[in-house]
């Protein structure tokens, strides 16, 4: 519950001022910019500072990941367009189902859709900030569902370097959150670190079948609808998870 004008006039100017930097720095485009404040706004009103920090560290890692080395990925055909700033349809297919998570802890509590939400995120940060330390993989890249060699930035390819880069994103969110202190009852601590990294490494997963997939065989299917389906199923392994534990 809100209970004062400090509660929103506080997440609005960090937001507003987060969102010009970022602007600035052409890391989003202008619907990205009032997309990413609308996302982040709603989580931290509803579930928390502790959530909108977890949301945040996706859009610095994932920026941070897009930016690195971006000459040399674009020399070899597999950079970003517009230097990775993303546009709504970005932001909304990696941060809807942690959104709807967020807000449903937030109004229910109980954790399990505070396991959501962290699935959520780490696929979604472990899929895009992974899948750019990837693309600079030596060893050329195999399509997950058969194995076979394919090119550099096919859709569905993975490599061990992407690989391993997921799963150690995905654990820099879980660790996150745990220092943070995000737990309920026995999903906290290492429980919730090994549960977190292991959802997000199985929702990055999925987002290379659904491109190797869908993205490649349905011409109404893109990579926003990919990375929607890859969060739920990170936010729905991490609440299997968490009712495991429990």
Known sequence: ??????????????????????????????????????????VWIFAGWEYFVISLTFF?????ATQYKYEQKKKRGVAEAKK????YGNVFGNGLAAMICAVLEGVYGGGFFLAGFLGAMASATADTAGGEIGR????????????????????????????????G?????AGLAWILGMRSGG???????????????IGANVDSVLGATCETK??????NQTNLWATVSGALSAMAIFAATG
């Open 60 to 64: 610095v890692l994932a920026g941070a």
């Open 218 to 223: 349905l011409g109404w299917w893109g990579n």
């Open 169 to 173: 994103i995905a654990a820099v969110i």
């Open 84 to 87: 990775g700033a993303r546009g």
């Open 136 to 167: 600079l993989s030596k060893r050329p890249p195999v399509l997950i569902t058969t194995f076979k060699t394919v090119a550099v930035g096919a859709e569905g390819g993975i490599t061990p370097l992407g690989e391993a880069a997921e799963l």
């Open 187 to 201: 999903f906290s601590g290492p429980a919730l670190f090994l549960g977190i990294s292991a959802a997000g490494f």
């Open 1 to 42: 519950m809100i209970s004062s004008i400090n509660e929103i006039a506080i997440p609005v100017i960090i937001l507003i001022s987060i969102g010009v930097l970022a602007y600035k720095a052409k890391v989003v485009r202008g619907s990205g910019l009032w997309s990413g404040f609308l996302i982040g706004f709603i």
